[in-house]
């Protein structure tokens, strides 16, 4: 069986932190992920486990497989230049 990320570029999404009237982040958001045979099977098993997804206005979702479920954490912090006044 194989394994698929299911995300839409519908929607919007605020950074942490941020006071800003409106959205200030283009972005993908995640909606769930799905096992099967082929990304529609996995779709419906999808919508099955998160029947909550038929409620959204989201439309148009894009699948992806997950070639590995090997992980990798970064932080943006520790890639910033330290600011020295």
Partial sequence: ????????????????????????????????YGDGETPREAFKNLIKNNTYLMTTTFDEIICLELASEERNYFYLNDYKPIMVV
Avoid at 6 to 32: H, K, R
Wanted: charged content about 20%; glycine content about 6%.
């Fill in 1 to 32: 069986m194989k394994s698929f990320v299911f995300i839409t570029t519908e929607g919007f999404t605020f950074q942490p932190n941020s006071e800003a009237d409106e959205p200030d982040i283009e972005n993908c958001q995640v909606l769930g």
